[in-house]
């Protein structure tokens, strides 16, 4: 299926609103948030198809206008399911100057023989800030299946005046590399990847840092967090576990820091 999502962030009198918005099967758009007193947009991305199928594209196009602030949510764990061929998502963000971005979904659960490619392209303005992450789950532990997946990769690349200012690129094919092998997961089962880029002046990157190793300190015993920190105002946050819901919530914890940044 070949599927789209187009939404369009606007801002005026203050306050930002859905401008534009197109989507089709399987996808919905509803908006949350709607208690609360920032001004900013919350919407949530829905899904009447249980999963990623087999030759499945997605196209994500989303847009901020100048002086908007979207955070994107996700309705549940995103299955992608068993596979011939792959499937494919492509997530593209245009970010005005004086914008703030975030989207921090749900963790993927790949089940047996799946094989999907994800590619985002975002391209941020001045005094603006990102807050995207990614948690990629071993699959249905339950059941058996623990990396039984052909083929996972999520390419992200990130751009600042049309320079790429990050570039990270996740890839997970069990024929190839085994999971468990030393440099790799070793023996944890989840692995979240959380990028923050701010092209504002005033970030205390050092102070934020601090602040989310010390909140990863509380839940060492399940995860193993490391923050690595970028030559510009940003950084990036690594974990490993055996769980995607406590990685999935300390990541949602993350965001709420950064997004109260003004």
Partial sequence: MDSRLNIIAGFKGGESYVKDLYVSLPF???SVGQRKSDKKLYQMIMSSSPGILDGDHYHLEVALEKGASLQL???????????????????NVKMEDNTSFAYVPHPVVPH???????KANIHVGRNS???????ITCGRKHYGEVFKLKRFQNLMEIYHNDKLVIKDNVVIQPDLIPISCIGNLEKYTH?????????????????????IIEAAEQHKEEMEVGVSAMEDNGFVVRALGHGGELMYNFFLHIQELLWSLE
């Avoid at 047996?112 to 994800?118: A, M």
């Fill in 112 to 118: 047996e023989d799946s094989n999907f490619q994800s």
């Fill in 28 to 30: 919905r758009v509803v």
């Fill in 73 to 91: 949510q996700s309705q549940s764990y995103q299955r992608l399911f068993n596979m011939k061929d792959r499937a494919v998502q492509e997530l």
């Fill in 191 to 211: 692995q979240g990847t959380l990028i923050f880029y701010s092209t504002k002046k005033n970030v205390d990157k050092n102070g934020l840092i601090e602040t």
């Fill in 129 to 135: 800030q990102i807050i995207i992450s990614e948690i």
